[in-house]
């Protein structure tokens, strides 16, 4: 009996302690959007924080690394193509 309540009590406060790092490391990445700073890194990383303990962020956090991938992939090839035009020019 004591034992499940320990347990329940220390996942639960791990919980909460990956949750409010999380949300605080996120809040920060999305005023950095609006001020000066590292806005690209800080949000990924909030919410790889809080991925650690929730679904909902680990979805949101898989979501943007494909749409980073797609965007990286359509700039390479946009690249690529205007290197060849200048190239066959």
């Not at 996942?11 to 609006?34: D, E, K, P, S, Y």
């Not at 680990?58 to 690529?80: F, G, V, Y």
């Amino acid at each position: 009996m004591i034992k499940r309540v320990v347990h329940f009590t220390y996942r639960t406060a791990r919980r909460v302690a990956v949750g409010v790092v999380g949300v605080t490391v996120l809040l920060l990445g999305l005023v950095m959007i609006v001020t000066p700073g590292p806005a690209i890194v800080v949000i990924p990383v909030g919410l790889a924080i809080l991925s650690i303990e929730f679904t909902w962020a680990r979805m949101w956090l898989k979501r943007l690394r494909e749409t980073i991938s797609r965007r990286n992939a359509t700039d390479r090839n946009d690249r690529a193509e205007a290197h060849r035009r200048r190239a066959t020019d």
